[in-house]
């Protein structure tokens, strides 16, 4: 098989597989043993995760929500700036402390709330469902993840002791 030309986009698979083996061998990577109970992907959640990046976006959403209540609504300017920013503050704070459990029935409030801005926008009733059912899927499908990766791990930990 011939090398690429060093021009082409593609690589081939046997320059690949070099590269890798480079990596594994260099002292610089830290590669962990699936036994190793510090391995991180042990502790990985895809449930934070998931419920980080909707947390994150519905940040955004919600700070693009205080022009609109500014010019749509009677309500006054700090008022609106309190809801708007308040709400989408709210948000990026719960999406760093996922790492703890009550940060989740929080966010659940926070959920409660957002769709409760509907009463000054109406729109917002539609929007805050949209965002509470990108929550509760996350939040209820990384719960699912999690107990099944920790059964995958308990497994694993079991057939490697039994020989």
Request: with cysteine.
């Given at each position: 098989?011939?090398?690429?030309?060093p021009?082409?986009?593609?690589?081939?698979?046997?320059?690949?597989?070099?590269?890798?083996?480079?990596?594994?061998?260099?002292?610089?990577?830290?590669?962990?043993?699936?036994?190793d109970?510090?391995?991180?992907?042990?502790?990985?959640?895809?449930r934070?995760?998931?419920?980080?990046?909707?947390?994150?976006?519905?940040?955004?959403a919600?700070?693009?929500?205080?022009?609109?209540?500014i010019?749509?609504t009677?309500?006054?300017?700090?008022t609106?700036?309190v809801i708007?920013?308040?709400?989408?503050?709210?948000?990026?704070?719960l999406?760093?402390?996922?790492?703890?459990?009550?940060?989740?029935?929080?966010?659940?409030?926070?959920?409660?709330?957002?769709?409760?801005?509907?009463?000054?926008?109406?729109?917002?009733?539609?929007?805050?469902?949209?965002?509470?059912?990108?929550?509760?899927g996350?939040?209820?499908?990384?719960?699912?993840?999690?107990?099944?990766?920790?059964?995958?791990?308990?497994?694993?930990?079991?057939?490697?002791?039994?020989?």
């Open positions: 098989m011939t090398e690429p030309h021009e082409s986009p593609r690589e081939s698979r046997r320059e690949r597989a070099r590269r890798r083996r480079e990596a594994i061998a260099d002292p610089e990577v830290v590669v962990y043993d699936p036994d109970p510090e391995n991180p992907e042990r502790h990985k959640s895809p934070r995760g998931m419920c980080a990046a909707v947390l994150f976006l519905e940040a955004i919600l700070g693009l929500v205080t022009p609109v209540l010019q749509l009677d309500v006054g300017v700090t609106a700036v708007g920013v308040g709400l989408s503050v709210a948000c990026l704070l999406s760093g402390l996922l790492r703890k459990e009550w940060a989740y029935t929080a966010s659940w409030v926070l959920q409660v709330l957002v769709v409760a801005t509907g009463f000054l926008v109406p729109a917002m009733f539609f929007l805050g469902a949209v965002f509470a059912a990108l929550w509760a996350a939040d209820l499908l990384g719960r699912k993840i999690d107990r099944e990766r920790t059964a995958a791990w308990a497994a694993y930990d079991a057939s490697r002791a039994d020989g």
